[in-house]
Every structure is written in C-alpha cells, then in structure tokens.
C-alpha cells in the first residue's frame, strides 16, 4: 500500500500544478510521519525539487507542509536540500523567501549530527558574504544564516561566523538589512563560547554611532540573555561600560534618549551580577538611585510613548533581569515602578503581554503587587 500512497502523493500533492488546498495537505500527514528515507531521498526530494524549478509559488508551500510532518534526521539531505531552495532565500516575493527560510529552519532542527551542520554553516557563509545588488536579497540571506544559529554548530565556526557577520553589518548602509544582521549577530552570540576582540571592538564603534547605537544596543543586549552569556559579555566590561553608563546619565537631560539608556541600565545589570567592579560604579555613580528613584527616567511623562515593541520587550526584560537578581534595589525603588510594570504588562501596545504576565506579573513579590 506504501507504493499508492507515494503515488497519489506524487499525483495529487508533488506535481499539483497549484498549490493543494489545506485539507488536501493535512490528509496526507499520517503517511508523512511514516516515510522513510529511503522513500524521501528516491521518491519525494527529487521530485519536489524539479517542481520547484517549474513552479516555485506552489511547491513551495507543499515543501514546508511536507517537513512539518516528517520524522527523519535530515542530516544526509541538509546539503541537498539547501542546493534546492537557496535561490529562493533571494527571491523577490516576500512568500518564497520566508517559506524557503522556515524549511532550512525545520531541516536544521531535525539534523543531529553536528558536524554536518557545521560544514554547511561554513559553506553557506561564504555565499552570504557575496554582494548582492537589492536589500531583500542580502535580508533574505542573512535571514537563512541565522537559521543555523540554534543548530548547534561547533563553537569555532560561531566565532566565525560572528566576525562574517559583523563584516557583513559594518559594510550595511540600508536600515532594516542591518537591523537584520545584527538579529543574526544576537542569535549567534547566544550559542558564542568566547568573544573575538574583533567583535569587541564592533561593538564599541557600533554603540559610539549616534546613528546605529540603539540598534547595536538591543543586538548585545538580545545576543546576551542567557545566563551563561552574562560572563561573555564581562570580558568587554572595560570597553563597554563607560559607554552604557554615559548613555544612562546622559538621559537626565536628553529624554531623547531614554530607549538608549533603558538598553544600557539593562546590560549593566547582567555585567554587575558577573562583575563587581560594574556593580561598585553603578554605586559609585548612583546610577540605581537615578533608575529606580522617584526622579527615574522611567517614570517620565513621555518616557513610554518613546518606546517601540522592541523597546516595551527590552523594559520587561529589564524588570524580569531585577527581580531574579537584584531583588532588594527593588525593594528600596520608588513604588510607581510598579505600577508602570503592571501598566505595560497591560497595556494593548504591548504585544508581548502573554509572554510575560508568568515572567514578570506572578514573580512580583506581595509588596510590589500592593504598591
């Protein structure tokens, strides 16, 4: 019965001339979950791939439908299937690059061995670093190679894909290709093991630029939320904090700059749990004082009609970082703190309320909740 069932899917879903309709697609996943790879590298991948050279629009949406319901380690087809859809992570619809970038993503995710996805991470870079006339192109492949960045390669290739990347980035003149790149810099300095002075140094120029230092901010700031990372980021302290901290008190009189500095207080406080040094300056300085006292920045009038999403996921952040570590400040802060917390958690800007109502609402400890 496996050789009708191959056949009708061949038939009514491969080499449909237009894209299936849903239950057509869903009917068809039992038998998915059951092929074999013997099946998928004889019967379903060359096909799929010779329709996709004939009608991209809609064997690409079977493509992602079909690895959705796969159940093979896609390690021995990662290549293959990378030589298949890389066109597409160019391609000028908006569709086919994301379903081409979602497909290498679940691919990734399904291939165990490491060394395969290291050797094809360092091949694909090496075509990203190829220019590209048109910003969707250099977005879209830029875009596929951080699908790579939670595949676990090995950490010497991270390391260079990293400093690929802040080559790429230092080079970008257009703002949302950039804001892209430093998206890939964020994912990939989560899995970083060590910090080349290269991107030290990137990081420092990126922050000093007017013009790019918000964007630099949230990307240090993003590539460093796991815990582990915050002894990463502690071999930059010396470069890095004078920066952060100059952003936070320049806020006193530029509220211009609030975002800036909401991002700068929120790394310093990873640095500080890490560096005690970081953590005697921030004393010192009475930067706590200025944060969380009632003259705080936060509390300003206009302080949360500057914030994008990025920026009400980054004071979240902030808050969420306060509780877990630095728990007694808190319970010296001006009390409307709170109250902004709970208004943001709230509020219909924010888009990110469900992922932190547990985060943030339910860790408030009963005197911040009365407050």
């Given at each position: 019965?496996?050789?009708?069932?191959?056949?009708?899917?061949?038939?009514?879903?491969?080499?449909?001339?237009?894209?299936?309709?849903?239950?057509?697609?869903?009917?068809?996943?039992?038998?998915?979950?059951?092929?074999?790879?013997?099946?998928?590298?004889?019967?379903?991948?060359?096909?799929?791939?010779?329709?996709?050279?004939?009608?991209?629009?809609?064997?690409?949406?079977?493509?992602?439908?079909?690895?959705?319901?796969?159940?093979?380690?896609?390690?021995?087809?990662?290549?293959?299937?990378?030589?298949?859809?890389?066109?597409?992570?160019?391609?000028?619809?908006?569709?086919?690059?994301?379903?081409?970038?979602?497909?290498?993503?679940?691919?990734?995710?399904?291939?165990?061995?490491?060394?395969?996805?290291?050797?094809?991470?360092?091949?694909?870079?090496?075509?990203?670093?190829?220019?590209?006339?048109?910003?969707?192109?250099?977005?879209?492949?830029?875009?596929?190679?951080?699908?790579?960045?939670?595949?676990?390669?090995?950490?010497?290739?991270?390391?260079?894909?990293?400093?690929?990347?802040?080559?790429?980035?230092?080079?970008?003149?257009?703002?949302?290709?950039?804001?892209?790149?430093?998206?890939?810099?964020?994912?990939?300095?989560?899995?970083?093991?060590?910090?080349?002075?290269?991107?030290?140094?990137?990081?420092?120029?990126?922050?000093?630029?007017?013009?790019?230092?918000k964007q630099f901010l949230y990307s240090l700031h993003r590539g460093t939320m796991k815990e582990d990372s915050e002894y990463l980021m502690g071999t930059?302290?010396?470069?890095?904090?004078?920066?952060?901290?100059?952003?936070?008190?320049?806020?006193?009189?530029?509220?211009?700059?609030?975002?800036?500095?909401?991002?700068?207080?929120?790394?310093?406080?990873?640095?500080?749990?890490?560096?005690?040094?970081?953590?005697?300056?921030?004393?010192?300085?009475?930067?706590?004082?200025?944060?969380?006292?009632?003259?705080?920045?936060?509390?300003?009038?206009?302080?949360?009609?500057?914030?994008?999403?990025?920026?009400?996921?980054?004071?979240?952040?902030?808050?969420?970082?306060?509780?877990?570590?630095?728990?007694?400040?808190?319970?010296?802060?001006?009390?409307?703190?709170?109250?902004?917390?709970?208004?943001?958690?709230?509020?219909?800007?924010?888009?990110?309320?469900?992922?932190?109502?547990?985060?943030?609402?339910?860790?408030?400890?009963?005197?911040?909740?009365?407050?």
């Amino acid at each position: 019965y496996r050789e009708k069932y191959l056949d009708f899917y061949d038939k009514i879903v491969l080499s449909a001339k237009t894209l299936p309709t849903r239950p057509t697609l869903d009917a068809f996943s039992p038998f998915l979950a059951k092929v074999t790879h013997t099946e998928f590298a004889s019967k379903i991948l060359p096909v799929i791939s010779r329709q996709l050279k004939r009608s991209p629009s809609s064997s690409m949406g079977t493509f992602l439908h079909m690895m959705l319901f796969l159940k093979l380690d896609m390690s021995n087809y990662l290549s293959s299937i990378l030589s298949t859809i890389n066109e597409y992570f160019k391609a000028k619809e908006d569709d086919l690059r994301k379903e081409s970038i979602k497909i290498l993503q679940i691919a990734l995710k399904n291939s165990d061995d490491s060394d395969v996805v290291t050797k094809q991470l360092a091949s694909f870079a090496l075509s990203v670093k190829e220019p590209l006339p048109y910003p969707y192109q250099r977005s879209g492949m830029i875009s596929a190679l951080s699908a790579f960045a939670k595949a676990k390669p090995s950490p010497s290739q991270v390391g260079s894909t990293l400093l690929d990347l802040a080559s790429i980035t230092s080079k970008e003149l257009n703002e949302e290709v950039l804001s892209v790149a430093l998206n890939a810099i964020s994912l990939f300095l989560n899995q970083s093991k060590d910090l080349p002075e290269q991107l030290k140094t990137f990081f420092v120029n990126g922050v000093k630029d007017p013009q790019k230092s918000k964007q630099f901010l949230y990307s240090l700031h993003r590539g460093t939320m796991k815990e582990d990372s915050e002894y990463l980021m502690g071999t930059m302290s010396d470069t890095i904090v004078p920066l952060l901290l100059e952003k936070v008190e320049t806020c006193k009189t530029k509220m211009a700059l609030a975002p800036e500095a909401l991002l700068s207080i929120t790394i310093l406080a990873k640095l500080s749990v890490v560096k005690p040094a970081v953590e005697n300056q921030l004393t010192q300085k009475k930067i706590w004082e200025q944060v969380l006292g009632s003259n705080s920045f936060l509390l300003a009038e206009d302080f949360f009609s500057r914030l994008d999403a990025k920026g009400i996921s980054v004071l979240l952040d902030f808050f969420s970082l306060m509780l877990k570590r630095h728990l007694p400040k808190l319970e010296v802060a001006d009390k409307s703190i709170f109250k902004l917390v709970i208004y943001v958690l709230l509020s219909d800007k924010n888009r990110f309320h469900k992922k932190y109502q547990e985060k943030v609402l339910v860790s408030l400890p009963p005197w911040a909740t009365l407050s």
